[in-house]
């Protein structure tokens, strides 16, 4: 069963703290995304990445970094925490193929104070 | 990159009704055209896709058509229940994927 697994479903920081959100895939996918959703906005596309190493930015990047050290792991830092970062971020992964299903994560809902 | 706009971004049917929803996109190199459900508290599921070399695609009572000249595609559901109320998602895919800005079906009894 496929399965993409965010670390936190629910995580509540203070502002100006450093803040990890994992992603972890069990599928072996070159392609790994992170989103934020908001109402009214849908899910825009922070970053995402083809493989180890490797990132690109997406529509709202600022802010924001992320790591790929493994295949298997994505994770999101938010450097300094800002209360307008409070929302749900939602992790995604597929393989390289292009014409194929992306698989969501649970989402973390993230609340800064 | 890639933009992706969804209408309408609510949409209230009777229960058996058909419920429609569009969007366009503006990269011509997109070639895949995902659609999710996320029902309340739950995750983004596929529930049909369609690919740049087909005009049409159903599947029981949804389906999705393509107009790549006019560079929009839309969803259709025939024949709505109550378990279809939940927010969709349209996509375009190249190399990334972005996704509209949702809209939030609710079928009403």
């Known amino acids: 069963d496929v399965k993409v697994t965010q670390s936190s479903r629910y995580l509540v920081k203070r502002t100006g703290e450093k803040v990890f959100l994992e992603c972890v895939q069990d599928m072996d996918h070159e392609n790994m995304f992170w989103y934020r959703q908001d109402p009214g906005l849908g899910l825009r596309l922070i970053y995402f990445s083809y493989d180890v190493k490797m990132k690109e930015k997406g529509d709202i990047p600022e802010g924001y970094s992320v790591s790929r050290e493994k295949k298997e792991r994505f994770s999101l830092i938010l450097e300094s925490a800002s209360t307008n970062q409070t929302s749900m971020y939602l992790c995604a992964s597929k393989d390289s193929v292009s014409n194929t299903e992306a698989f969501f994560g649970q989402g973390t809902r993230l609340t800064v104070v | 990159g890639e933009n992706v706009e969804q209408h309408p971004s609510t949409l209230s049917v009777q229960e058996g009704d058909s419920a429609v929803i569009k969007c366009t996109y503006s990269d011509s190199a997109s070639n895949y055209f995902p659609w999710y459900k996320q029902e309340l508290g739950k995750r983004p599921q596929l529930i049909i896709d369609?690919?740049?070399?087909?005009g049409e695609k159903k599947d029981q009572r949804i389906a999705v058509t393509l107009n790549k000249t006019a560079k929009h595609f839309s969803l259709h559901i025939t024949e709505t229940q109550p378990e279809d109320s939940a927010v969709y998602f349209c996509?375009?895919?190249?190399?990334?994927?972005?996704f509209g800005a949702g809209t939030r079906l609710t079928v009403k009894p």
């Open positions: 369609i690919r740049s070399n087909v």
């Open positions: 996509a375009a895919r190249f190399n990334d994927m972005r």
